[in-house]
């Protein structure tokens, strides 16, 4: 089987070529989410007819196209609360994109579930049928996977919405309409709103990164350190509660902010030690193995499990 894989983040857009667990070819674009999907869907076709090329391999030959997207997606396959990310989308611009392009059928699932799924299938969760995932990003994804079976739920949104946790109560006020959310306390989206608010624009870039403040940090900022700080407890509360809530015997780190793990993996492992009540023994706590490319590996197995079992 081989898949085209898209993985709509909200940075970047990811395409690749997937066969047996494999990315053969992946190449990134910007993903300008600010801007509705149908735009982005020309440059987007253009890089995986690139790919394609470079792979020698004929995208009509390809099993289907697996959508790795920043959402709630509901069992029918419905796109809902899109959270302001590439406008409002539905499943059929997806669909209609795929079929008029290449003649292929599409199946679209959570960005984070299908991470989880590519650790599982070929990354750090291998041997796993109890994990979950948390990728920090632009966002918090989370997902679950338990006793084997990948946590969906009746509408969707079971195990992914751990980003929108309450870890403050009465806390800054979150796009999903809550307030003290995880991912508004401590993602990149979140980081200018926060530096601006401790007086700390000048750490602020026009895309500030979390690379940026854990680097002043570790050169002695004061403020910088506790930005650090802070959010280290907020990814470790969201650590903490996903443990207390799905019984996982491994918790899967991943995401753009990861490209500082040596600084958030130990503090995360060491704080849910700490914290979470696992009477029968230690939760592993790891970084992806498989970086972009998790999602990627992840909808070449949806596009084999849903499409399969429609054929
Ligand atoms: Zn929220």
Not at 128 to 138: K, P, S, Y
Not at 269 to 277: I, N, P, Q, R, S
């Amino acid at each position: 089987m081989t898949v085209i894989a898209c993985d709509f983040g909200g940075t970047r857009i990811k395409v690749g070529l997937v066969r047996s667990g494999y990315v053969l070819r992946q190449l990134a674009i910007d993903a300008r989410s600010s801007r509705p999907l149908v735009e982005r869907l020309a440059e987007v076709a253009a890089a995986v007819q690139q790919l394609c090329e470079s792979a020698a391999i004929r995208p009509r030959d390809c099993n289907g196209v697996g959508i790795s997207f920043p959402s709630i997606i509901d069992p029918d396959g419905r796109v809902l609360g899109e959270f302001g990310k590439y406008g409002p989308v539905a499943a059929e611009d997806f669909t209609r994109w795929t079929e008029s392009s290449w003649s292929l059928p599409a199946v679209i699932e959570n960005d984070a579930r299908l991470a989880l799924i590519g650790e599982k299938v070929a990354g750090a969760a291998t041997g796993h049928d109890n994990a979950v995932m948390i990728t920090l990003g632009t966002g918090i994804g989370t997902a679950a996977l338990v006793q084997g079976e990948l946590l969906v739920g009746i509408h969707g949104q079971a195990a992914i919405l751990g980003g929108h946790q309450t870890v403050v109560v009465g806390g800054r006020q979150c796009v999903c309409g809550n307030r003290g959310c995880a991912e508004t306390e401590a993602s990149s989206s979140a980081l200018p709103r926060i530096l601006a608010a401790m007086g700390r624009s000048d750490l602020s870039t026009l895309a500030p990164q979390y690379e940026d403040v854990f680097k002043a940090a570790a050169s002695g900022d004061e403020c910088a350190a506790a930005v650090v700080a802070r959010s280290l407890a907020v990814w470790g509360t969201v650590a903490v509660n996903l443990v207390h809530a799905y019984d996982p015997s491994i918790v899967v780190l991943g995401g753009g902010v990861m490209r500082s793990r040596d600084i958030i993996l130990p503090a995360i492992a060491e704080y849910v030690t700490k914290h979470a009540h696992t009477p029968w023994g230690n939760v592993t706590v790891v970084a992806s193995q498989l970086g972009d490319a998790a999602a990627l590996v992840g909808a070449e197995w949806l596009v084999d499990q849903r499409l399969s079992l429609k054929a």
